[in-house]
């Protein structure tokens, strides 16, 4: 038994020689390969056989420089940015090393942020011509609209206990400017919706004219509004909306580009799915 334990032990430790020789050999391997490689012209700094680019460091430091509104920074900062960048090369190495990109909630966002941000640059860099814009806003114009207003009275109740100053404050200037006479103006849903809240704007873009709402809670208490008068959205001209109507076709071709990439992609892929019907969560 002792001699079998013995020899147990032998083997193990031959087992255990070998694959570290074999360790060694092959780490050794890697840094003769990686040694050997040289730093290509473009580039500032290689990383286990990956290249920091001069135009990413550039980026960089641009970056940095811009945020401390500085022109050019030393040869020592230059030199700690390119340490950092090294070490957050490494970093990320690691982690693709662990799987964080597929099995890490946040770095897969990430990722597929970054793809996706890289899909749709190119459709939204591409500037569109006037005759482009004025179609595009002629399609979408219910996109291009400004917001309709309203003549609203209302009645605030306050809520009783707690912080009612907010809401003592609304009834008194209500108070004030009806003794004085004053008529209500009218206004924007969007402002009733900053001044009273979502609950108020949205029994507002339901009631008719002449109508009186049901209690509506908001932040403060209760508020019962009469609906005065209505005027209906309308269009923005074209030439007051350009810079809108710019950003949103360009997002829109962004969008479609995702789309056309998306459907290759699903086109070269392999997918399986199984019904969902019954399934729980």
Do not use: C
Request: aromatic residues 4%; charged residues 30%.
């Amino acid at each position: 038994m002792i001699r079998e334990g013995a020899d147990r032990r032998a083997v193990w430790l031959l087992l255990a020689g070998a694959l570290a020789g074999i360790g060694l050999a092959a780490a050794s391997i890697v840094r003769s390969g990686r040694s050997e490689r040289a730093l290509p012209p473009d580039g500032v700094a290689i990383v286990n056989g990956e290249v920091i680019t001069q135009e990413a460091f550039a980026e960089f430091v641009g970056a940095v420089a811009n945020e401390r509104k500085s022109v050019e920074l030393d040869a020592a900062t230059r030199q700690r940015l390119l340490d950092r960048m090294i070490d957050e090369e490494l970093l990320l190495q690691r982690g693709m090393e662990l799987g964080l990109p597929r099995y890490e909630r946040n770095a897969r966002r990430a990722i597929v942020a970054a793809v996706i941000s890289a899909v749709t640059a190119q459709a939204e860099a591409a500037e569109p011509s006037q005759e482009e814009l004025r179609a595009f806003y002629h399609d979408a114009q219910e996109r291009f609209l400004r917001p309709g207003r309203v003549e609203i009275e209302v009645a605030v109740v306050e809520k009783g206990g707690g912080s009612d100053g907010v809401a003592l404050l609304k009834a008194s200037e209500l108070a004030r400017r009806a003794r004085a006479g004053e008529d209500f103006a009218p206004i924007a849903l969007d402002e009733v919706r900053e001044r009273l809240g979502p609950s108020a704007a949205l029994a507002v873009e339901h009631l008719g004219v002449g109508k009186v709402s049901d209690p509506v809670r908001g932040s403060s208490g209760y508020f019962v509004i009469a609906l005065r008068g209505r005027t209906p959205a309308e269009p923005i001209p074209f030439a007051e909306a350009r810079d809108a109507v710019r950003a949103e076709y360009l997002r829109s071709e962004g969008e479609r580009a995702l789309e056309r990439y998306l459907a290759q992609l699903r086109a070269a892929a392999e997918v399986r799915t199984r019904s969902t019907e019954g399934s729980h969560p």
